[in-house]
């Protein structure tokens, strides 16, 4: 799953750097601001239901082996369900969107392309989570690097075909290019699903009963969470333009700093997340398997693994990237900038790492209600340093911002494992 993810983190980080000199920084701007309503709809219609899905198959599976494949056919009909009522509603209310929650107008044509990448993924993130529960990474992983590689192939094609008819390019040959990626992923799913699950499973004594009440029943409060935390993620993200307006720069101008932090110094932060989120991923059913075996052992040495791993990946990261950072501005973006927010940004690496494998360890444990506390915490901070500070200070302060958000996140992750589950296994 890593090695999926290490081509495709490397795919998308050239990616990247050619649309930043495809489209510019405004426009990679403008293609940055519709990802809140692509992660809202994730959360609405298929975040709670892919993380329940992993772990009642990985609880399930040993006592009932036609478990998994009953909950995944109820996972799909709930997600599918949702995804086409959130596709209408993107496609209904696209003008409204733009204008009055985005506060950018020239976002309103790529919404309605948006909504069609939804269907496509909600179904293919379902059966990642079947594949999760069952320890078996192969397909979301080859998945994954093929949504990214069709992705970009597709842009390029767009690309090539615009410049011989001499068009010009703006954002919305990436958006298409997203639409594509999700729906080639959706089609390697569906087909991989066929083809190795035709085995019928053999009946057992034991059946779980109430699949699709299981499923809603832990699935409504952890997405309820889940679009809680990006709502406030979205509004975060919709506010910074504006703000950077008080603290003087112009609307494009505004667009273009925040293109160069989201489009490319946070893309080179985030690469090797790869690691971490291949962890975070395959960590839960593990623990929710433990757990229900009630192997306390198991549980303390992961979480105590987990944490000596993460801040010493972390530091490499960090210093890696205040010895790189400069370098990989000027030469890879061409931008001064971006390597001054990606050597500013390094130092929130071990803490990012390491809060998003405990918050897997947090939901694997079935305490879902402590990642949303903390993750919600850190958001408010962000938050807070966006509104007040920027206008006064500049987009430091929300870096500054997002490295005492982590450290909050991270540390209260460290107490809570402590105290509900290290402190009473020593």
């Known amino acids: 799953m890593t090695a999926a993810g290490v081509l495709g983190k490397i795919i998308g980080f050239f990616y990247r750097i050619f649309l930043s000199r495809t489209i510019g920084a405004e426009g990679l701007g403008i293609y940055q601001l519709i990802f809140p309503i692509s992660t809202i709809c994730f959360a609405i219609t298929v975040s709670g239901l892919g993380t329940s899905l992993s772990k009642f198959i990985a609880e399930y599976k040993d006592q009932d082996p036609t478990a998994p494949k009953r909950f995944l056919r109820t996972c799909l009909l709930f997600s599918g369900i949702l995804s086409l009522t959130a596709m209408f509603v993107l496609f209904r209310y696209s ?23 939804i269907p496509f993924a909600s179904i293919h993130s379902c059966i990642h989570g079947y594949y999760y529960g069952k320890k078996k990474a192969g397909v979301p992983a080859v998945s994954s690097f093929m949504e990214q590689f069709i992705r970009v192939l597709f842009v390029f094609i767009l690309y090539r075909i615009h410049t011989e008819q001499g068009k010009p390019m703006d954002a919305s040959i990436a958006v298409w290019g997203l639409v594509f990626g999700e729906a080639g992923a959706f089609l390697f799913c569906i087909t991989a699903l066929l083809i190795s699950e035709k085995k019928a499973a053999v009946p057992s004594g034991f059946k779980v009963r109430g699949v699709g009440k299981k499923l809603i029943s832990y699935s409504v409060p952890l997405s309820m969470n889940r679009l809680a935390l990006t709502l406030f993620a979205s509004f975060e993200s919709i506010l910074i333009p504006s703000r950077l307006g008080l603290f003087g720069y112009s609307q494009s101008d505004a667009l273009s700093v925040y293109g160069v932090l989201t489009g490319m110094a946070l893309s080179i932060i985030m690469f090797p997340t790869v690691l971490t989120n291949s962890v975070s991923v395959m960590i839960l059913p593990v623990i929710s398997e433990a757990d229900s075996k009630h192997n306390t052992a198991k549980i303390s040495q992961t979480i105590y693994q987990t944490i000596f791993a993460c801040l010493l990946f972390g530091s490499l990261c960090t210093a890696g990237f205040l010895l790189t950072g400069r370098w990989i501005g000027d030469f890879l973006f061409g931008n001064a900038l971006a390597g001054t927010f990606i050597r500013m940004l390094s130092f929130i690496c071990p ?76």
């Open 351 to 426: 803490f990012l790492f390491l809060s998003s494998v405990l918050s897997s360890i947090l939901h694997g444990l079935g305490m879902p209600g402590y990642p949303f506390v903390l993750n919600l915490a850190g958001s408010l901070i962000r938050i807070c340093f966006v509104f007040f500070l920027i206008p006064a200070y500049g987009l430091r302060a929300y870096l500054i911002g997002m490295l005492v958000s982590q450290i909050v996140t991270s540390v209260c992750c460290i107490g809570v494992l402590w105290k509900k589950r290290l402190k009473k296994s020593r």
């Open 95 to 117: 003008s409204f969107i733009a204008g009055h929650i985005l506060l950018e107008p020239r976002c309103e044509p790529f919404i309605p392309i948006l909504a069609c990448s």
